[in-house]
């Protein structure tokens, strides 16, 4: 069972020396509890069994200590391995396949093709999938109609990419799951503020199944973002967007 | 060693994005077929191999598409690993750290420059030129960082982030004729000026890299048009 280590060490009885190297030896995840980019990362880490703390940011009064590991981009996800700190979602979910090879399931997969094409769909959803989508979320009118459009035409790509697989990745979850997991509970959460379905069922079955096996897979169910929470503020950024272009 | 016919690059000779493949079919010394892509009239093949996007670069091994530049030149890096230079390090924090700066290059530097040549305001070129600035002195440290000394972002050799800047050479280049700007400049970014000088003279690179008199004939052929365009709708 996999649960975060929330900031400070617990031994009393270590030196000082030890106490900084194992400090220094431990997994650390700078997060902030509503964002998807921090949970691809979080999931990860499951997958591949490794235990982390966790420290949460106040992103309107970012802590010294993330601004020193994330200067160029003061975000997080920032992932700190002996003592050195990554970057990016999809930076740090490639590294993490990459530092625990040996460790739990493979993210990426081990041909060059097939590694190939798992990059090409995490691009899509970052550079095609996503723009439609926040676009569609955040306007009104013409303007939402729109971006509904195009994230449906994008979404069918989708949909026949994934062709009736139980994940993208096959009988277990990858790279591309992970890159787009959080769609699986951000998008209803859309569609209910929004009042207009988005995913349906006549259109785009698979993705609606997948919706549905990645949020059930026992990496993801275990840990999920508070989603009353969530939807507050999905709300309120909606309601800071419609106010901002009238 | 792949014969010619085992690799195909569709591309078009001006597209930064496609130099990025050629730079790294050529640094690891593959041969391959270069098919010249008519961008207002496709070609079937295109179409075909990448009808997700349509776009140029994709590379085509044994009959198989690969799309997009970032991923073309990881995928020619991995399915030829045994051939020439690694372009990616083996330690997984170094190949985190170069995957970083080319994602850095897409999505901070190119949008800047954009920003700066198209942008549709006086106010947008100018925000457009101050993020340029941010994002130039922050890879001016990327480089120091990477190369600990060394010639370039890869160290000795060329590496993943070399090519990937490397990409955008022809263009920095005509920069200088077309808008008066230096994007390295020697004053205020040394590293990358030196870079500039160093990767684009590498025998693997100079004779890849467009001409940069056809490059600014092609831009200016841009800007007249869309000048024309903008008058003809505002009348």
Known sequence: MMKRNLTTHHSATLSAMERQEEDEDRVKLFGFWSSPYVYKVEWALRIKGIQYDYIEENLENKSDQLLEYNPVHKKVPVLIYQGKPIAESEVILEFIDEAWKHHGDRILPEDPYDRAMARFWVRFGKDTLSPPIWKWFTTQGQEQEAAYAAAVEQLQILEKELDGKRFFAGEKMGLVDLSLGPFSYIIPIYEEITGVKLIKEEKLPSLLAWMDNFLNSSIVREHLPPMDKLKLRCQAIREAFLKNTN | ?235
């Open chain 2, 1 to 235: 060693m792949a014969g010619a016919e085992d690799l195909k690059l569709l591309g078009m000779w001006a597209s930064p994005f496609v130099l990025r493949a050629k730079l790294a079919l050529s640094l690891k010394g593959l041969n391959y077929e270069y098919v010249e892509e008519d961008l207002k009239n496709k070609s079937e093949l295109l179409l075909k191999s990448n009808p997700v996007h349509n776009k140029v670069p994709v590379l085509i091994h044994n009959g198989k598409p690969v799309c997009e530049s970032t991923v073309i030149v990881q995928y020619i890096d991995e399915a030829f690993a045994g051939t020439g230079l690694s372009l990616l390090p083996s330690d997984p924090y170094e190949r985190a750290l170069a995957r970083f700066w080319a994602a850095y290059i897409d999505d901070k530097l190119l949008p800047s420059w954009t920003k700066t040549s198209r942008g549709s305001t006086e106010e947008e070129r100018a925000e457009g030129k101050e993020q340029s600035a941010v994002a130039v002195e922050n890879l001016e440290g990327a480089l120091r960082e990477c190369s600990k000394g060394k010639p370039f972002f890869g160290g000795d050799n060329p590496g993943y982030v070399d090519v990937i800047l490397g990409g955008l050479l022809g263009w920095v280049r005509a920069s200088e004729e077309l808008y008066g700007i230096n994007p390295f400049d020697p004053a205020k970014t040394p590293l990358l000026a030196a870079w500039a000088e160093r990767f684009g003279a590498l025998e693997a690179v100079d004779p890849v890299i467009p001409e940069v008199n056809k490059l600014v004939e092609v831009a200016k052929m841009m800007q007249a048009k869309l000048a024309a365009e903008a008058a003809g709708a505002s009348n």
